[in-house]
């Protein structure tokens, strides 16, 4: 921005050049991943508001009294899992340079393991999956929605047992589905060489 700004100045095209590549580009990108993440929990989570919540409606959590203690747990739980989430954001932001400079990997490829792509990837399976799962819940679901009756409705735990042993083994094919295509996108890279 300040080499748009200041196009004919040294000092401004100097300060490009350090910030387009190397060390202190990826400094700046995670300082700035990390600002960010923290700024956002601090203007959308509330944890006062949610323990006077969990206070009013009668909720707790285990092991914590209400009130300012559950605040204050949090928000340190809140503090912490920012911090990993802040950290596996900033993988997901350098992880395609450092494979296409440090491992001499195709930019194209690169761009696959990082960023967008590799979110966009593990978004869809975790829906798939969910939507697996929803499915063959409902499909041996022994209740009022297949028999039409509101009373007794589980008559016992073996419909359960059948509908949790099929979505194992639907999920298993699913997960050996997934791994088929990342060890063939793999093999394909590899091949290519």
């Not at 041996?140 to 028999?147: P, S």
Request: hydrophobic fraction near 50%; proline fraction near 4%; glycine fraction near 10%.
């Amino acid at each position: 921005i300040v080499s748009w700004a200041f196009p004919n100045s040294p000092t401004a095209r100097q300060i490009s050049e350090m910030l387009s590549t190397g060390w202190l580009h990826y400094a700046v990108l995670a300082a700035m991943i990390f600002f960010f993440s923290y700024f956002w929990v601090a203007t959308q989570f509330q944890p006062a508001q949610i323990a006077d919540d969990l206070k009013k409606y009668g909720g707790y959590i285990p092991g914590v009294r209400p009130g300012k203690p559950t605040a204050e747990f949090l928000d340190f739980t809140m503090t912490r899992l920012t911090f990993a989430g802040a950290i596996f954001l900033t993988l997901i932001a350098v992880l395609p340079s450092l494979l296409s400079q440090g491992l001499h990997v195709p930019q194209v490829t690169a761009q696959f393991f990082g960023g967008t792509s590799l979110l966009i990837i593990v978004g869809v399976m975790l829906d798939t999956m969910r939507q697996v799962e929803t499915h063959l819940i409902q499909r041996h679901y022994d209740g009022f929605l297949r028999k039409g009756r509101v009373r007794g409705g589980f008559t016992g735990r073996s419909a359960y047992v059948r509908g949790e042993a099929a979505a194992q083994r639907t999920l298993m094919w699913l997960y050996v589905g997934i791994a088929i295509i990342v060890i063939g996108g793999v093999a394909a890279f590899l091949a290519s060489k």
